[in-house]
């Protein structure tokens, strides 16, 4: 969430229909703005922490391909392999894992849930 979200959904509710549910919207935006500039760092966190996480996946995963070069003409190890491999699964691991608990709803959670039965499931 960002402010310029935050001021965008405000214009639409404001010009929209006085509706309590529209009310009740407006006035956890206010607030959630007036913290927002106040202490932008709190409300980034999650959403930075998970950015975070998502940017590590790709360094892991560039190392694991030049290993794996490696390998193919046989300056490394299987060993070597495997483990940037593990690196690489593990990166995706605490991705998935932190994106998971900034969840707020049990379909956003089952969607998760879903695509990693999905991919074991194809490999079984």
Partial sequence: MDLYLIDSTIDELERGDTTFVN?????????????YQKYPLVLRGLYDEVEEELNDIAPQYKSYCEI??????????????????HGVCKEIEDFIQLLYSSTDMPEERDELKQLINKI???NV
């Fill in 23 to 35: 009310c009740e919207r407006l006035a956890s935006l206010y607030i959630i703005k007036e913290h």
């Fill in 68 to 85: 794996k070069r490696d390998y193919q003409l046989g300056k490394t190890t299987k060993e070597a392999v495997i483990k940037a491999m």
């Fill in 120 to 122: 074991y499931n194809k």
